[in-house]
Every structure is written in C-alpha cells, then in structure tokens.
C-alpha cells in the first residue's frame, strides 16, 4: 500500500500503545496546549531556515478539457520542524504528541504558481495537525488543485500530455522556507474498479503514466537569495476505448465511402446520390468532434484534419460525377475528333477499359488489332447506358463509331484517372494518419 497511510496507522498503533500504556489525561493535554501556545505566534516563520518536506498522494484527477487544466485530487504530505513546540514527554505524563487545529499553527505559505482558477488559494480544509515532542509538525491535507495544462489534441482521441503543477513559498526566499522533496514521485492511488474480465474501469478517461517530483533552485539578477519551487510534472493520457467504435471506426468507414463513391460506374446516377449521404455523414462526424476542436482551437486533431479532407474529396468526387454524367449522358451528334479519339483509346487500354474501348468502334487498323473476346462481354452497367445513351450497344467489334459512346469513353477514362487518383491519396492517408488510427 501506500505511505501515507502507513504514516497514520504507524501513528495510530502507537498512540494505543501509549494508551494502553498510560491512560489518557485529558488535563495534562491541555496543560501542555496550554503550555505550548501561551505565548505561541503563529504568523512567524518557526526558524530562519525552515526545511519543509514534501510528498503527495494522488487519489484521484480528472483533466479539464473547457479550460485546459489539471484537476488533481490529492493528499499533500508536509513535514517541518518549529522549534517552539518543543516539550519533554516525561513532564507531561508520557504524551509525546498532540494533535493542532490548523488555525493555532503557522504552516509554510506553499500554493501552486500555474493555478488555474487565480485568487482561489489552495484549500486546506480544515485538518487538523499532528505536532511531535520533538517540534516536528506532521501535515497531511487532502487538497484540490487545479492547474494549468495546455493540452496538444493532435493525436486526439489518443493524446497525450505532459502537466506540469509548479508550488511553492508565495513569499519566502529559499532560505526561509526551502521545500525539499521526500519522494521523487508521487504515490499513486487512483480509484480503481477491476472487473472480473480483468478490465480496469476508473472514474476518469485519463492515466496517469508517470509523474516525477523535482526541486528547482532559480535565482533572479534582482537578489542574491534563491527561490525553490516543487515541479510535479505529471503524464496523463486519454484511455478511452469507447473512442475507438465511437471517432476511429466511424471515420475509417467514412474514408471507404468516399473509396465507394469513386468505384461507382462512370454513368451512374447514383454516384451524386452516394457523395451528397457521404457528404451529409462528413458534415455530421465534423459536427461532432467540432467541441473537442473548440476546446484547443490553436490546432486541429489528425483524425478531424482526415475527415475534412474527405469532405473535400467527397466534393471533388461529385463535381466528377456530375461531368461523368454529362459526357456519358447528354445526346451528342457529334462524336471526339480524332485528335483526342486516339490518343483516348490508348490511355483506356493502360486503364483496362477494353470494354469501353471496345464499344467505341474501330479504325480498320484497330480492328485487326482489337480484342475480340472483350466486346462479347460487357457488363451489365454498360448495357444500361445503352439505353440511356444513343446507341444500342450489342453487336461485335463491328459497331461503327457512336458519338455519345466515344463521350462515354471520355467519361470512363476521366472516371477511372480520378479512382486511382483516390487510391493513391486513400492510401497516402492511411499511411499518414495511421497514428490516430
Ligand atoms: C514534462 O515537463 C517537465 C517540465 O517542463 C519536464 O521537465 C519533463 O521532462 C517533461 N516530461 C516529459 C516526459 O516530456
Ligand atoms: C489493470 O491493472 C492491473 C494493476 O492494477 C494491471 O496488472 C493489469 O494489467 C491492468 N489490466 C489492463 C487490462 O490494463
Ligand atoms: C520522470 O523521470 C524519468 C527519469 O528521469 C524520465 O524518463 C521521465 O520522462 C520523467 N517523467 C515525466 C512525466 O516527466
């Protein structure tokens, strides 16, 4: 377990065995309060040199994304010495320590440099203090701070940040009050529920990674004396599973979309139809991630930056499909000159568009070349343009030139250039955003 704890059931085992020991008085306790704080000022530095020791108990913290800070629940372990309250357990029937309102005390003025919610001082609450015979004063507060961390959401949902909580003497210099660190990193006891599969549910979305615990000694052109503050830099990352089927499934399946909306025949009305759904389920993912990009609007999350360039692409895909459409639909009287007509067929055989070529109709030159097995099958998606183009499409190779079916070959090879453009940069984009993937 942890220390802290075991500082008070160390304590509490031998208060019973003082107890136990010797019956407690309640008139020699107060004899001795009274002893000890009859002329006791608790608003004077104990000594001038007051070495406070420092430890923490994390117990629970949660990251405040609206304003970017850190809020930690925690228990700070103090430790100094006040040579005034000093006594001799003998004088006073064995009792070797008492226990202090926090108001009759003079505790360090420690509070947190980078505070979040300014003017609020770090609460104390009102524990009470253990003082010992020896003048050594136990103060163990259970704290709230609330501190600020700028928080980087480039890897959002899976980001991770380095907080840094800064405390120190409001007022004194390094000599006066000099913290110094007990532990160089902070206990950690954060709520936790395992459940019987062996997950690890906790109250917050955060892990706490690591946290260290550093003394810094800075002195300034203006004194010669130097000023220490404790740093506890703490990192936390965004456990959140539920972001996995919630943000990074539903963006990957809107990337396939996109993919589907490209893979479409050429003459199909329904590529329009499927990029304005793509683009309303774009709108919609944008919508909803939109408050985590407000919560740091210096930067926009990998994953968002993805599904916007989707939303671009989706865009392009039916600016494309809307001239497709045209060309493979309107009723043309005349068809490409042969200028473009030549060089078109060439490209649609790099592009494996036989069967658009092969519509198309031959020079005798081509037909001496042309493949005869592929005119014999066309797809059942080109036997429908037929009936919405110009021309009926059955026949063989011997089909004479059509104007509406060499625009048709236009629309497939403008078609099929921009799906392998949007695999090139589908693929570009996995790779490159495989981080938040
Ligand atoms: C976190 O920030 C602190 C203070 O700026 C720095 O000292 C520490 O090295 C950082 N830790 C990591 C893991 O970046
Ligand atoms: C849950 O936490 C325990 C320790 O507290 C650890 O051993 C275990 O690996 C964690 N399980 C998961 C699934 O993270
Ligand atoms: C804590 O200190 C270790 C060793 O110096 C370092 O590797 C680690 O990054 C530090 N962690 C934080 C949160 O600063």
């Not at 507060?141 to 959401?153: E, I, K, N």
């Not at 360039?309 to 042969?338: F, W």
Request: glycine residues 6%; aromatic residues 10%.
């Amino acid at each position: 377990m942890t220390a802290v704890p075991s500082v008070f059931a160390f304590g509490l085992v031998l208060f019973g065995f003082s107890c136990s020991a010797q019956a407690y008085d309640p008139h020699i306790v107060q004899k001795l309060h009274n002893d000890l704080f009859a002329n006791y000022n608790m608003h004077t530095v104990p000594s001038s040199n007051t070495i406070v020791k420092f430890r923490m108990n994390i117990k629970h913290f949660d990251m405040v994304e609206e304003s970017q800070a850190l809020m930690v629940d925690s228990w700070i372990v103090n430790e100094w010495v006040d040579p005034r309250l000093r006594w001799e357990p003998e004088n006073y029937g064995g009792v070797f320590k008492i226990s202090v309102p926090h108001n009759m005390l003079w505790k360090p003025d420690l509070d947190v440099y980078n505070n979040a919610n300014v003017g609020e001082p770090m609460s104390y609450g009102n524990t009470l203090l253990i003082v010992f015979h020896d003048g050594r004063v136990l103060f163990v507060p259970p704290v709230r701070l609330h501190f600020t961390c700028v928080m980087d959401l480039t890897f959002w949902p899976h980001d991770t940040h380095n907080c840094t909580l800064t405390i120190g003497s409001w007022i004194h210099d390094g000599i006066t009050i000099d913290p110094q660190v007990m532990h160089d990193k902070p206990e950690m006891d954060v709520n936790k529920l395992i459940t019987q599969d062996g997950k690890n549910l906790t109250r917050g979305m955060w892990d706490l990674l690591d946290a260290n615990i550093t003394r810094n000694v800075r002195v300034y052109d203006c004194c010669p004396e130097p000023y220490i503050d404790i740093k506890v830099s703490m990192l936390v990352s965004r456990n959140a599973p539920a972001y996995d089927w919630t943000v990074k499934l539903p963006a990957v399946g809107l990337c396939i979309l996109t993919l589907v909306v490209f893979l479409l025949p050429p003459a199909a009305g329904e590529k329009v139809i499927f990029g304005g759904l793509s683009l309303i389920l774009d709108v919609m993912f944008i919508a909803y991630t939109n408050m985590e990009i407000s919560n740091a609007p210096t930067h926009v999350p990998l994953i968002v930056e993805m599904v916007c360039e989707q939303l671009m692409l989706v865009v392009a895909s039916i600016v494309v499909a809307a001239l497709t459409l045209r060309m493979a639909r309107d009723p043309y009287t005349k068809g490409l000159h042969n200028v473009i007509k030549r060089p078109l067929i060439v490209v649609s055989y790099v592009l494996c568009l036989h069967n658009y070529k092969n519509i198309v109709g031959f020079t005798r030159w081509e037909v001496s070349r042309a493949h005869q097995p592929y005119a014999r099958t066309f797809k059942s998606d080109e036997l429908e343009l037929g009936e919405n183009g110009t021309t009926h499409l059955y026949g063989g190779p011997e089909v004479t030139t059509s104007p509406g079916l060499d625009w048709l070959l236009l629309a497939a090879v403008v078609d099929r250039v921009c799906l392998i453009v949007y695999v090139a940069i589908f693929t570009i984009n996995m790779l490159t955003f495989s981080a938040v993937l």
